[in-house]
Nanobody, 124 residues
């Protein structure tokens, strides 16, 4: 059974850091490109960051570039999102997702496995 389980979301003050984790199981993790998406209240889900199978390449949305870092540990089947200098507009439910594609797609329709999400709230 495929499972992606996000954790680490919480209330944090603006300017602070936060690290999200996503534990994968039920599929060959190292064969999948991984990504983080987020959905703010009243808005559509949007791409945040993605990372290739071996972690060599990453891709970020302009809104988080320079503040967020995606990484993965294939030995532990986990993907991470280190978020620094958080802003109130980063408040959202954050989802991790997996795709068998080799590139770094930002279209959520290309991702076939999804987690349930973890809530991040940034207070001003």
């Amino acid at each position: 059974q495929v499972q992606l389980l996000e954790s680490g979301g919480r209330l944090v003050q603006a300017g602070g850091p936060l690290r999200l984790s996503c534990a994968a199981s039920g599929f060959t993790f190292s064969s999948y490109t991984m990504a983080w998406f987020r959905q703010a209240p009243g808005k559509e889900r949007e791409f945040v960051a993605s990372i290739t199978r071996n972690g060599a390449y990453t891709y970020y949305a302009d809104s988080v570039k320079g503040r967020f870092t995606i990484s993965r540990d294939n030995s532990d089947n986990k993907v991470y999102l280190q978020m620094n200098f958080l802003k109130p507009e980063d408040t959202a439910v954050y989802y991790c997702a997996a795709t068998p594609r080799l590139d770094l797609p930002r279209n959520e329709m290309t991702y076939i496995h999804w987690g349930q999400g973890t809530q991040v709230t940034v207070s001003s």
